[in-house]
């Protein structure tokens, strides 16, 4: 028997290891992706309702407020003890006159913290899909 021999052929090439620069650019690119992806998604919770409004102080709160002019407004600031007059312009804030504080109503009770459970039925019964 004769043995022939034949030249070696190239052997198939083994997959090419990416390099660091690629690897890097991929991980950053999906962070940034996800970054971006979060932000979009408490966008749309605050849009929607579901993110609690901020509680806005009791102690310093804006009762009334009418503009007279372009940069100009007139505004009534109810404060602990007094409630104050105030004229507003791009510049100053200038006190004009302080008023008795208002008198509390009763029928008026502080707003609890809704739970999920609210905020979810709220969500579903203003979008028609309650059951």
């Not at 006159?97 to 019964?125: G, I, V």
Request: glycine letters at 4%.
């Amino acid at each position: 028997m004769k043995s022939s021999t034949q030249p070696l052929q190239s052997m198939p090439s083994s997959p090419a290891v990416p390099s660091a620069g690629s690897m890097l650019t991929q991980v950053s690119s999906v962070l940034a992706f996800i970054v971006l992806l979060i932000l979009a998604c408490a966008w749309l919770a605050r849009r929607c309702g579901f993110a609690p409004r901020r509680v806005s102080s009791q102690s310093l709160n804006v009762s009334a407020s009418v503009s007279i002019g372009q940069r100009e407004r007139v505004v009534i600031v109810d404060v602990d003890d007094a409630r104050l007059v105030l004229g507003v312009t791009a510049q100053h804030i200038t006190h004009l006159h302080t008023l008795p504080p208002k008198a509390p109503d009763p029928q008026s009770e502080p707003m609890a913290t809704a739970d999920f459970r609210h905020l979810l039925q709220t969500f579903l019964k203003r979008s028609g899909k309650s059951q």
